[in-house]
């Protein structure tokens, strides 16, 4: 059984900047690629970016351009996504996600929930005005 582990979340003022990652139980080279979102209190879960492993391709949700960075180690088997200049909306949980099945260029497909085969159990990450 495929399990993705997050971790990094924490407490940070405003202007902060934290780096999550997520790390597989297998390799990564048996996804396609692998996605980020992530959930505030009373909200629905929202894409954050991902990263399609053929042609290193990145997608961002415009809350997160030019802010998050989402990176991979195949080595480690583990995805990155380094956040900067936070902001108190950028409180939530942080979840991981990846897929074994496609390899599509769409932004579309990556940042839909239902593209993705395995999920993280998510970290929280606070940031304080």
């Known amino acids: 059984q495929v399990q993705l582990v997050e971790s990094g979340g924490g407490l940070v003022q405003a202007g902060g900047s934290l780096r999550l990652s997520c790390a597989t139980s297998g390799p990564i080279s048996e996804f396609t690629g692998m996605g980020w979102f992530r959930q505030a209190p009373g909200k629905e879960r929202e894409f954050v970016g991902a990263?399609?492993?053929?042609?290193?391709?990145?997608f961002y949700a415009d809350s997160a351009k030019g802010r998050f960075t989402i990176s991979r180690d195949s080595r480690k088997n583990t995805v990155y996504l380094q956040m900067n200049s936070l902001k108190p909306e950028d409180t939530a949980v942080y979840y991981c996600a990846a897929d074994r099945t496609s390899s599509s260029v769409s932004y579309s497909y990556w940042s839909l929930e239902a593209t993705y085969d395995y999920w993280g159990q998510g970290t929280q990450v606070t940031v304080s005005s």
């Open positions: 990263l399609r492993w053929a042609g290193s391709r990145l």
